[in-house]
Structure formats: structure tokens, C-alpha cells
């Protein structure tokens, strides 16, 4: 791993292609470098000047007094990759490709370039960011290697005067336009920012190698990400646990969600955005914390940073407000964002009751009027609130257009900030004045303006708290390493290996048995009388199926007859079933049809697998059967799953609650269902080479104590990762 502290952290720096024009980008760079008080030494390198912006240039980074740790590459495409050579052979270690023109580019030459960039960092063991990058600003070195007018003096301090509690910030951004937008859009909250640093195409550091940088270096407390994709996979995992074991939150934007935003990633970083829901999967697993606008993103950092070592022990939130209004806004808003706004105990009510006016209340949220504010303030209502056990976190409701009942109040606020344990939030309703945000970042609360920002970033809190507590614990997958396991995983390959591309129900059950996965496979038959001799072994009635890997919807064929009462039925359904296929596919190969017996009635849920390209096998959930997909309910989650991984992935359903008791119906038998995603996912693990999809659909829940009935299966093989194997051994 080539060293990040020469790329963030040099004391020489030399930009190649620097100018004097400073309306050009390679003029720009230089003066914004050269507007901070960068404690090291700045060469310009220029073939055509001796001299650039009132400094002595060099030809080449050969002739430089001294070898330079850091080298800015502002040149045409073309010649980035001759001048990276150079600048490995001169002994510098690290190297920010600004140029543009590489594999973003339509045609080869780009992606040539661009690899050929890549081998020549692992070549010397430079730590290389871009091409196609923006560049980065080391905050605390004052270093600005950047053409963004985020960095210009005229934008502002690269440090605010008053900062929100010790922490900071970083910023690490596929993106170069958006990574320093975080910045410069933060400005005035009070956040303090360390790094930011835009990687643009990867073609050798990615967005992981840098923030596993900055946990090592120990100095970023909260991170803010903005992601296209994921090169490595395997990277990002890693860092992201790292990350979440140390505490330190990962806010990422993860854009490309959606089919134009997709073509707009590949065509500017020629990355493949991948499923959204794969991603979220795997953020989910990480607590990685999604956000969905920049505002957003930074009201979580700010929550974060002012209240790191008071993360909320639960959802139950307490609000006080002088606008009663403005309160049954922020309750809103809460309950938007899956917190609960529980009614006070009588004792801490009793205690704000004896503060309020006859027309306020302190049920909750508290209404104190205005009245109550002038006389007691702010921070007397948030204490008596925050006391209450019942209660995990406080919402103020202030208007802090006026600076007034704040200023007042300091004394009070500083006193509350040190004496309680609870996170407590301040939203104003109007906007701020800055006298109002200095006076409330002195005392650790952070300040929003957007109520529901405000309650979800309290929400994700409570969240990223609940998941690190749980992260002693390791899965608890089915069967262990026992040789028992170790069997069932050789018994199940070796019918996987001998299986064609794709496992219809009768060939896939028993491969799927050697995990305990489903119950009886029922009988192929391929006559009536063998159909009519079958049925008559159940001793009630049978379901009769298709199979043919060229029917994969049976009953779009009319290949599926259900509820099938007697042999001579069973002979006749099997001649119907036979003849609808023929109709349906006239060329199709089939194998015969299945006969089973029919499970009894309970709730349908599809379960699945599916392959990700970039994150591996990742199970599936959804309710409804067959109707999944109209119904769109499903949750993803990577494998494998213990069970209470299994039981938080039904929970992440929106109709989640139809498994319990639901109108007079008793509750399913959610239990089987989890020890059925257990041992799916133990499956998916083992034979993640081989498998590309699988679907069990639909699995009907019984009631509880009677298990789950598996009514369909299917196992596609995957062929794209053998295919690759064979090119790779060859």
C-alpha cells in the first residue's frame, strides 16, 4: 500500500503544467495554492516559463532543487502518462491527476491511458488519485491542491470562528465538484473540516484506501462519502467494519439510483453503478448511513459531531417548543422517521407543570408558550424533559432568527450540555442568525432547520448506537464447521456440478435437502398412470407442475393444477398440464410433471438469491409470492444471516406486521421462516461460485409452531463466473 501522508500530508509540492493565466484551470490551481499559508514548498513546473505567478519555474520535475513529495498533474491527457513516469523515476511518492480524458472518454485510447496510469503508480508505489479529479484541500495544513472556487479566500475561512464541539469532518468524494460542495455548503454551521479529498476515476487510490487512511491517522470523526461505485468490494466491507467498530460514521450519497442517473455515472467515470438495492444491502449490514441530499447529510454530520458520546439508547423522543404548532410539526416529522413521541410519566409532568401557563401543556411535546420561555428559557423545559425514563433524546423547538431568549439563556445551556447524557437538538423554525448559531455551538447542540432532518439524523443515531452494541456478537450460522456441514456443502456441489445450467423444482429440492431446506419433493412422473399412482400415495389432494427448464412461469403456461382430488383426476389433470405445455412450447424439453402433495393455507413470502456482480450473493425477502414483484416489499441482505440478522432483515418489510397477529388471523410461524433464511443464506455462502439465482417462491408461513411449506424452487447455476475461471486457468 503506497503511503497517503506524502499525498495529504508533503512538504514539497510541484505543479506540472503551472500558468500564469489564472482565468485557466492551470493558473487557477496555483493561485489557490498559493492564497493559503501552506507551511511547505510549491514548485511550479512549466516547459514554456521561467517563471509562474512571481515564482521560479522548473522544465521538469528532474530539475527541482530538492525532490518534491507531491506531484499535481495539470496537462493534457495525452501526456499524463510519460509525465507520471517521469515523476516515478524522480522519487515522488505521490501523485493528483486533475486532467481529464481517460476512461470517462467513449473509445480505448482513454482506458489505455488510464490503466497505463495505473501500473506505473504500482510500479513505484505512488499513492495516485484521478485522473478526472478535482483535487483536495488538507484543512489542517492549509493545503488546497484545487482549482474550486469553494477554496478561494473571497469564499471564506478554511476554519469556522467557533466550532461545534472538537470534532471534524472529512470529505472523500468520487466526485470532484460535489466533494468540495459538502464543504462549502457546511460553511457557517460551525463544522470543522479536516480533509477533502475527490479520487475521481480510481484508476489506482479508490475512496476505501483513503478513508482507511484517515482511521488509522485517528483525527476524522465523522465521514461524509459520495460514491458512483464500488471497485473493490471485498476493500470497502472492511474499511466500512473498521469504521463502524471505531465509532466513526460513514454518511455516503450513493448516486446512479435510478436508470438516467445510471447512464450519467457510466458515461462521466465509466464505472457501473450496479443494483441500488445491493448497495443499500450492504450499508444496512455495515451502518453505513445513507443520505439523500447534501443538506441532509451535513445535518447528520453536525448531529454526530455535537453529540458523538450521547448517541440516543432508543427512539422515544421528548419535544419542547414555545409554538404549539411548530411542535406538532417536529412530532410529525418524527414519526415520519420511525420515532415514537411517547405521552410524559405523571412525575416529570408534575415537575414542568408547575412552569407552564393554564394553556400550555406537558404531555408531550411539551408546550411551554412563549410565555414560559421568556420566564424560564430553553434549557429548563429541555431538563426536566430529558430527566424523564422514558424518554431517550430532546427536541427544543426555538426560533433562532432572534438571538435574544439564546443569549439570555447561555448560562443555563452550558450548564444542561455538561450535565446530561441524552442527545438534545435544537430546530428553528425560522432561519438563524449567526449570533444564534455561535451561541449554540459553544454549547455542543447542533442546529437545524429542517425538521425532518433533524428527526431522522436522531433516528440514524439510535440506529448506528443499537448496531455497534451489536457487533460483539458474531453470526450463529446453522451446523458450524461440523463434518456433518462439511458433507451436506460436498453432497450439494457435486449435484450442482452434474446439474445443467438451471435446476428446475425437482432437480433443485434435492440439492437444496442437504441444508434441511424444504420437505417433500413429491414424485416426477411422466404417464397418467404413473400421475394417477402417485397421487393416490398422499392421502389428499395434490398439486400437478410442469417440468421443463424452457417453462420456467408454469402457470402462465397452464403448466400448474392445484387442489387435485382422486386418481382419475390426477390422470386427467396430468393430460391437461401435459397438453397446455405442448400449446405453451411446443418445442420445449420436458422432463415430466411434478406430484405433490398440496400445504395447507398460510401466508406467502418469496425468498431468493441473488448474485450481485459486485457484492456476491445477497439473500432476499419479500412478501407476497408471485405478487412480489407488483407489490414491490423485499429486502436484501448479504449472507450469510444468524437469526437475528434474519429477523431484522422480515422487520425492514413494510407489511411486516401481516406475520403477527393481523385481523383475528393467529401469528405465521415466523420462526420456521427465519431457521429457512438461515440455513438459505448458509447455502448461498458455501456455494457462492456456482450459484447465480435462486428463487423459492412462493413459501407459505403456516401458523405458528406449524413450520413454512416450500410450494416452488428454482437454482440457476452461474455460468459468467465459470466462463471466467476456464479464461483464467487457460
Known amino acids: 500500500m503506497p503511503d497517503i501522508g506524502k499525498l495529504l500530508w508533503p512538504k514539497t509540492v510541484a505543479v506540472i503544467g503551472a500558468s500564469s493565466d489564472r482565468d ?58 510519460d509525465e507520471l513516469e517521469r515523476c516515478g523515476r524522480a522519487g515522488i511518492k505521490a501523485a493528483v491527476i486533475l486532467s481529464s480524458g481517460f476512461a470517462e472518454e467513449s473509445g480505448d485510447v482513454g482506458v489505455r491511458m488510464q490503466r497505463d496510469i495505473r501500473d506505473t503508480a504500482h510500479r513505484y508505489d505512488m499513492a495516485v488519485t484521478g485522473p478526472n479529479t478535482e483535487g483536495f484541500a488538507n484543512i489542517a495544513a492549509a493545503l488546497c491542491p484545487t482549482f474550486s472556487p469553494a477554496m478561494d479566500v473571497s469564499a471564506g475561512p478554511l476554519l469556522p470562528k467557533r466550532s461545534l464541539g472538537t470534532g471534524q469532518v472529512s470529505v472523500v468524494s468520487q466526485s470532484g465538484g460535489m466533494g468540495f460542495a459538502f464543504f462549502d455548503r457546511a460553511r457557517g454551521r460551525g463544522l470543522s473540516f479536516r480533509h477533502i479529498v475527490t479520487t475521481g476515476n480510481e484508476a489506482a487510490l479508490e475512496v ?37 467498530k471505531a465509532g466513526k460514521p460513514l454518511i455516503v450519497a450513493k448516486i446512479g439510483q435510478t436508470e438516467a442517473g445510471i447512464r450519467a455515472v457510466t458515461s462521466h467515470t465509466a464505472a457501473l453503478a450496479g443494483s441500488h438495492a445491493a448497495y443499500r444491502a450492504i450499508f444496512e449490514r455495515y451502518g453505513v448511513i445513507e443520505g439523500r441530499d447534501f443538506d441532509e447529510m451535513i445535518d447528520m454530520a453536525t448531529g454526530f459531531l455535537a453529540c458523538a458520546d450521547k448517541l440516543p439508547a432508543g427512539p422515544r423522543m421528548g419535544i419542547c417548543t414555545s409554538s404549539g404548532g411548530a411542535g406538532v410539526f417536529m412530532a410529525d416529522a418524527c414519526m415520519r422517521a420511525g420515532l415514537d413521541v411517547p405521552t410524559l410519566d405523571a412525575k416529570t409532568r408534575a415537575a414542568i407543570d408547575v412552569h407552564l401557563p393554564s394553556y400550555g401543556t406537558s404531555q408531550n411535546p411539551v408546550d411551554s408558550t412563549a410565555q414560559g420561555v421568556h420566564k424560564f428559557g430553553y434549557a429548563e423545559f429541555a431538563r426536566l424533559v430529558a430527566r424523564s425514563d422514558l424518554i431517550d433524546g430532546v427536541m427544543v423547538v426555538v426560533t433562532a432568527r432572534r438571538s435574544a431568549f439564546l443569549v439570555a439563556d447561555q448560562p443555563r445551556l452550558l450548564a444542561l450540555a455538561r450535565e446530561t447524557k441524552k442527545p438534545i437538538f435544537m430546530w428553528t423554525y425560522t432561519m438563524a442568525s449567526e449570533k444564534s448559531i455561535e451561541v449554540l455551538n459553544e454549547g455542543g447542540y447542533p442546529l437545524f432547520i429542517n425538521a425532518d432532518n433533524c428527526a431522522r439524523t436522531m433516528k440514524v443515531m439510535a440506529d448506528y448506537r443499537a448496531l455497534r452494541q451489536q457487533m460483539a456478537q458474531q453470526p450463529k450460522i446453522i451446523g458450524g464447521s461440523s463434518p456433518e456441514r462439511a458433507k451436506n456443502r460436498a453432497d450439494a456441489r457435486a449435484a450442482l456440478t452434474a446439474a445443467g445450467d438451471t435446476l428446475i423444482e425437482w432437480r433443485a429440492r434435492p440439492v437444496l435437502a442437504a441444508y434441511g431446506i424444504g420437505g417433500d419433493a413429491g414424485r416426477l412422473v411422466r404417464s397418467p398412470a404413473e400421475a394417477e399412482a402417485a397421487a393416490g400415495t398422499f392421502g389428499r389432494p395434490v398439486a400437478l407442475k410442469i417440468q421443463s427448464t424452457d417453462i420456467p412461469h408454469k402457470t402462465e403456461a397452464g403448466g400448474v393444477e392445484l387442489n387435485v382430488s382422486g386418481a382419475a383426476a390426477a390422470r386427467a389433470s396430468y393430460e391437461r398440464v401435459l397438453a397446455a405445455a405442448n400449446r405453451y412450447a411446443p418445442d420445449a ?142
Open 589 to 730: 424439453q420436458i422432463d415430466g410433471v411434478l406430484v405433490q402433495p398440496m400445504a395447507p393455507a398460510g401466508r406467502e413470502v418469496i425468498l431468493g438469491v441473488k448474485r450481485d456482480p459486485t457484492w456476491g450473493p445477497l439473500l432476499m425477502v419479500g412478501l407476497g409470492g408471485v405478487l412480489v414483484e407488483a407489490l414491490g416489499d423485499f429486502a436484501l441482505a448479504p449472507v450469510p444471516l444468524d437469526r437475528a440478522g434474519a429477523r431484522a432483515l422480515l422487520g425492514r418489510l413494510k407489511g411486516a406486521q401481516i406475520l403477527g397477529r393481523y385481523r383475528g388471523a393467529p401469528p405465521a410461524d415466523t420462526g420456521a421462516l427465519v431457521e429457512l433464511m438461515v440455513r438459505l443464506s448458509q447455502f448461498a455462502e458455501d456455494h457462492a461460485d456456482e450459484i447465480s439465482a435462486i428463487d423459492l417462491n412462493p413459501v407459505i408461513v403456516h401458523i405458528e409452531g406449524q413450520g413454512v411449506s416450500l410450494a416452488d424452487a428454482l437454482i440457476v447455476k452461474q455460468q459468467l463466473h465459470r466462463s471466467e475461471n476456464r479464461a483464467a486457468a487457460e
Open 24 to 81: 485557466g484551470l492551470r493558473g487557477r490551481i496555483l493561485e489557490v495554492m498559493l492564497s493559503h499559508p501552506f507551511a511547505g514548498t510549491i514548485y511550479p513546473v512549466s516547459r514554456s516559463a521561467s517563471e509562474v505567478q512571481g515564482r521560479k519555474a522548473y522544465k521538469s520535475v528532474a530539475d527541482l532543487p530538492q525532490p518534491a513529495d507531491l506531484a499535481i498533474l495539470i496537462i493534457p491527457a495525452a501526456f499524463v502518462p
Open 208 to 244: 476505501s484506501d483513503v478513508v482507511d487512511y484517515m482511521l488509522d491517522e485517528g483525527e476524522t470523526d465523522v465521514f461524509l462519502l459520495l460514491l458512483e461505485d464500488v471497485k473493490s468490494p471485498a476493500k470497502f466491507k472492511r474499511v466500512a467494519e473498521k469504521a463502524l
